[in-house]
């Protein structure tokens, strides 16, 4: 299969794929420089495994599994072929009042999976909307146990939840929300990335204590009475691989308790096994009380995201005293549970325990630590951080040209047949769990060659 796809891009071998100029413009494409994109088209039309197919007839490392989503490899036929299935036997079905079984099959198997008590899983389109999801759950569930005025929304900076009104406030990640004006007040707290902690492999030792009482501050500034809930990612993939100090996570879990405050995870791009456990909340020992999903849900073959809640949440939505007829949480989408995505997510959560996914990805990680950290002493290079099978390199910006080296550093790896995520001041790793060690050689001698090349 592979094999003839490439032979049949080779036979064309023309990087815009046939596609006029006006077709090119006709697309506005998300977080993407479309001026240059449209004199530089950089098209995939294939993938299998760790590999892209470009138009140009190239084969493409496919170094951070599409958008961290595809972890177990692409063209997985046992998705594939889920898909197909349901589109012919049920192509769309309401989960409003009514519903269909693969939307509960697919709601077990996640729960099945999930750390504690996260035991109610409700379905979203994506990560941006599992972040509106679950803050307004939070909100929600304080006004079910009589709190109403329970508001705050605290976050932290470096963070990415997305694009929606909810996520682009509570994220923070500088660029993502200055051009909107304020959506929703928030707070955030410190991010957690520290000069003394460069370099670190794998969770930082410095710092964690003090960045997490940071929480108290904010909460005294609101009064406990008034918090909500609080928002952090275990490890922010966006914002560089922002990675939580030693005893960070859990002191952020000791004080909302203290304070009666929730606490969510966003677990759409450290689930289902990127961090070489099933869950963030598996590697850190810490427990949330709402935990977002998506990506590695459907192996990113399908539109899907969740919001796990635990029983305590659930119950407290199930057990407000309101009739048969009436709704206990306003709120879903026309595509929650689509048929396509249950079906896919079913068959990707098969593969993600038939398979040990997250042990796969713990194997390779100490192999992926030791090749990426490799680099440091290269020029440009200020910083390598790591977990699990991901990691990200600052490489710094040439004065006044913010964003301009990692992308010069990405369009080169593209002509070397790498595809390299890039943002703010680095470049970011998400490999499939499926690669090889020589794959994983491979990637970083391209880096190694590229980085100190451009300016
Ligand atoms: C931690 C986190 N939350 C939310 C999102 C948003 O997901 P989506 O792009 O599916 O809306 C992302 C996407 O990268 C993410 O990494």
Redesign the pocket.
């Known amino acids: 299969m592979a094999a003839q796809i490439a032979q049949l891009q080779q036979a064309s071998a023309d990087p815009t794929a046939g596609l006029s100029p006006q077709a090119l413009a006709s697309f506005w494409m998300p977080f993407t420089g479309n001026r240059d994109f449209q004199q530089n088209p950089r098209l995939i039309t294939g993938a299998e495994g760790a590999y892209y197919f470009s138009a140009d007839g190239r084969k493409i490392y496919d170094s951070l599994s599409g958008?961290?989503c595809s972890s177990f490899g692409h063209g997985r036929k046992t998705i594939a072929e889920a898909i197909a299935r349901a589109a012919k036997d049920l192509d769309f079905a309401p989960s409003f009042q009514f519903g269909h079984p693969m939307a509960f099959e697919l709601a077990q198997k996640v729960a099945a999976v999930l750390p504690g008590d996260l035991n109610h899983v409700f379905f979203t389109t994506?990560?941006?909307?599992?972040?509106d999801t679950a803050l307004k759950m939070a909100r929600a569930y304080w006004r079910a146990k009589g709190q109403p005025q329970k508001l705050a929304l605290i976050g932290r900076m470096k963070?990415?939840?997305?694009?929606?009104g909810l996520?682009t406030s509570i994220g923070g990640i500088g660029g993502n929300r200055k051009t909107f004006g304020p959506l929703v007040d928030v707070d955030h707290l410190p991010h957690t990335l520290l000069p003394e902690n460069a370099f670190s492999r794998g969770v930082p030792e410095h710092g964690g204590i003090a960045l997490a009482d940071q929480l108290e501050q904010i909460i005294a500034l609101h009064d406990a009475s008034n918090v909500a809930a609080v928002l952090v990612?275990p490890m922010?993939?966006?914002g560089g691989v922002v990675l939580p100090p030693k005893g960070y996570l859990k002191r952020l879990k000791e004080i909302c308790d203290k304070h009666n405050v929730l606490l969510i995870f966003?677990?759409?791009?450290?689930g289902f096994g990127r961090l070489g456990a099933p869950f963030g909340a598996n590697l850190f020992g810490v427990q949330p009380d709402i935990m977002?999903l998506?990506?590695g849900l459907t192996n990113g073959a399908a539109?899907m995201?969740a919001v796990a809640a635990s029983d305590k949440v659930y119950d407290a939505f199930m057990q407000q005293n309101l009739p048969p007829w009436s709704v206990e949480f306003l709120h879903g989408y026309t595509y929650s549970a689509h048929p396509l995505a249950c079906a896919a997510g079913i068959a990707a959560m098969d593969i993600f325990v038939g398979e040990k996914m997250a042990e796969r990805a713990a194997e390779l990680a100490p192999y992926f630590e030791q090749q990426v950290h490799n680099l440091k002493g290269l020029r440009h290079i200020t910083d390598i951080r790591n977990l699990g099978m991901a990691a990200a390199i600052d490489v710094g910006n040439p004065d006044g040209k913010p964003g301009q080296r990692p992308w010069q550093i990405s369009m080169e790896c593209w002509k070397r047949g790498l595809y390299l995520r890039y943002s703010g001041d680095n470049v970011q790793l998400g490999p499939p769990f499926i690669s090889e060690k020589s794959e994983i050689d491979t990637l970083c001698n391209i880096l190694a060659d590229v980085i100190p090349s451009v300016e």
């Open positions: 958008l961290w994506s990560g941006s909307g599992s972040a963070a990415y939840h997305g694009v929606n996520g990612e922010s993939g966006s966003d677990e759409v791009l450290t977002m998506a990506k539109t995201g």
